[in-house]
């Protein structure tokens, strides 16, 4: 065998290093063609640079571009007659039953006063104003806290002989922190008894054939409600004031107002101006062609008055 004539530094690589010395190779490659690609595909012509997106504000006027605002949940194909409106919330609600039946049980009569009232704005002339014009057979209050502004529409009804059904739709959980100004509403095992104390006030002004809770969230309330192809002629928004509230609340109450019919709202003149209730008013009507009116604190959008271009 003929000895390896080889320089011994040549003698001495192994087949490791070759393959190592290849793979860096590859590796180097791959890297100089990926840095070339990326280069090439994120630096377009001039021309073609995008241009930054519109203000928010500017897109009201292209109904196109808010579409993924819009609410979109499917509704009922007919209305239901008023006179079946209690009866389906008793029914889909309620288990086809009163809610006020044997109220209160013995457990709580102690914790419920027999009456506590309190509201905001709940006893402006703008309620009677609207009931007067609009003489509703349905009336849906979204946002009721403990029912001041709808026990004073039932008595409104009542002054202009109107049998008028009223639907109080709200969650009854106060908002964090409420029971710091209500130290009176009681709490047991982390409930706190607002829609009892609601219950109770409805009793003792014994309005029972014309209030019905809906004790649901704004959101999930006027869902089911337009499945349930429940409508209103009247409907009044106070419950959440931030924007995205207000906003939510007043779409998905329009889809269940009667043609004609007149909805309405608290806080249209706060602190907050243009970034909460009245930011929503104003850009839900602009994109209605909807006229805004005002009562007092209260914002009014009459579809009867619509705008047609």
């Known amino acids: 065998m ?30 100089l063609s990926y840095t070339l690609g990326y280069l090439s595909h994120t630096s377009p012509p001039q021309q073609q640079q995008l241009q930054p997106p519109s203000p928010v504000f500017q897109l009201a006027d292209s109904l196109s571009q808010l579409d993924n605002f819009r609410v979109t949940a499917p509704c009922a194909n007919s209305p239901l007659p008023p006179h079946l409106v209690f009866p389906t919330i008793l029914d889909r609600v309620f288990n086809d039953s009163s809610p006020y039946s044997n ?76 029971r710091d100004r209500f130290k009176d509403i009681k709490m047991i095992n982390g409930d706190v008894l607002l829609f009892q104390q609601f219950m109770q006030n409805v009793i003792y002004f014994n309005a029972t054939g014309s209030v019905l809770p809906v004790p649901f969230s704004t959101a999930s309330g006027l869902e089911k409600l337009c499945e349930w192809g429940i409508t209103a002629d009247l409907i009044e928004i106070d419950a959440g004031h931030d924007f995205i509230s207000a906003w939510g609340d007043i779409n998905r109450a329009y889809r269940i107002l009667r043609p004609g019919g007149v909805i309405f709202g608290h806080d249209y003149f706060t602190k907050a101006d243009n970034r909460g209730v009245r930011r929503a008013v104003n850009l839900f009507a602009q994109m209605n062609n909807l006229k805004i009116q005002t009562d007092g604190q209260h914002w009014v959008l009459d579809t009867s008055l619509a705008k047609h271009n």
């Open 2 to 31: 003929k000895e390896d004539q080889r320089p011994l530094q040549q003698r001495n690589k192994s087949p490791t290093s070759k393959l190592f010395t290849r793979s860096a190779a590859y590796v180097i490659l791959v890297l």
């Open 103 to 178: 109220f209160p049980p013995p457990y709580l009569s102690s914790f419920l006063k027999q009456r506590r009232i309190k509201g905001w704005g709940s006893y402006g002339a703008v309620f009677k104003h609207l009931i007067k014009r609009v003489k509703p057979q349905v009336i849906i209050e979204v946002g009721t806290f403990l029912g001041a502004s709808a026990l004073h529409m039932v008595n409104v009804t009542r002054e202009l002989r109107l049998q008028t059904q009223i639907l109080c739709l709200d969650d009854f959980r106060g908002w964090p922190g409420f």
